[in-house]
C-alpha cells in the first residue's frame, strides 16, 4: 500500500521524561541514528499519509538533534499530566479527512513500516473502528483508532491510561491483527531494555526477543 493509497495519521508519542531511563531515551543511539529518530523512518517509509510527532519532556533538545523532515512536530506542554494529554494534543493537527490514527511509540524502534503498513491494511480490509497487533497472543502497539471514535477517544482520555478506556468500552468492535514480530511488545523503557535491544541488534535479529 502506498501513501497515496490510504488516509491514515500517525501520531507518534514520544512526549514522556524517560523517568525509568535516568536519560532521554529518544536520543539515545540506534542503527547510525537515535532511537526516535529511527522510529520516525520507519514512519515515512510506511503508508501512513501525514505523520505528527508529540514531543514534551526536553523538546528543546530534541529538536536540535533529530531529524524532523517530513513530518509534522507538536510540543505537549501539559506532559507531565500523563499520555492522555499527548493524545489529546496530537489529534487536535490531524487532518480533518483522515480516515484514523496510529498512535506509534516512540520508543518502539523496532516496529518497522512492514507492521505499520499491516495495520492500516487491517483496517481497509476490515473497517473495524480499533486495530490492534497481536504477537503470540499478547496485544502490543502500535493502536489504530478510526474517525468514527474520535468524539469516544476524546470523551475517555484518562491521566496516563491513554487508549485503554476506550479499548475496554469498545472491546467487541477490536480487530486483532496478528504480526509475527515480537517488536510490537518492546518498547525501550530501562536502560536494561536498551541493553537488549543492542544485544539483539548486534546478533543480527530481533524476532526473538524475549518480551
Do not use: W
Not at 536540535?64 to 493524545?87: E, I, P, W
Not at 467487541?172 to 517488536?183: F, G, L, P, V, W
Amino acid at each position: 500500500m502506498k501513501k497515496r493509497d490510504s488516509d491514515i495519521t500517525g501520531i507518534i508519542l514520544a512526549a514522556g521524561k524517560s523517568s525509568r531511563m535516568g536519560k532521554i531515551k529518544q536520543l539515545l543511539p540506534f542503527r547510525g541514528n537515535s532511537i526516535l529518530g529511527h522510529v520516525i523512518n520507519n514512519c515515512l517509509k510506511s503508508s501512513l499519509r501525514q505523520i505528527i510527532v508529540v514531543l514534551g519532556y526536553r523538546a528543546r533538545q530534541i529538536q536540535q538533534a533529530v531529524n524532523f523532515h517530513g513530518v509534522k512536530v507538536v510540543v505537549n506542554k501539559d506532559c507531565c499530566q500523563g499520555l492522555s494529554s499527548s493524545l489529546r494534543v496530537g489529534l487536535s493537527y490531524i487532518s480533518d479527512s483522515c480516515d484514523g490514527v496510529l498512535f506509534v511509540l516512540g520508543d518502539q524502534p523496532l516496529v518497522d513500516e512492514s507492521v505499520i503498513d499491516a495495520l492500516i491494511k487491517g483496517f481497509y480490509e476490515s473497517h473495524a473502528p480499533i486495530i490492534v497487533p497481536y504477537y503470540r497472543g499478547r496485544r502490543g502497539n502500535p493502536v489504530f483508532i478510526g474517525r468514527s471514535l474520535f468524539h469516544q477517544l476524546e470523551m475517555n482520555l484518562k491521566a496516563d491510561m491513554g487508549a485503554r478506556p476506550l479499548l475496554k468500552k469498545f472491546n467487541k468492535q477490536i480487530k486483532e491483527i496478528n504480526i509475527m514480530k515480537a517488536s510490537v511488545n518492546f518498547d525501550v523503557d530501562t536502560i536494561d531494555d536498551y541493553n537488549k535491544l543492542l544485544s539483539f541488534e548486534n546478533a543480527g535479529s530481533s524476532d526473538n526477543l524475549l518480551v
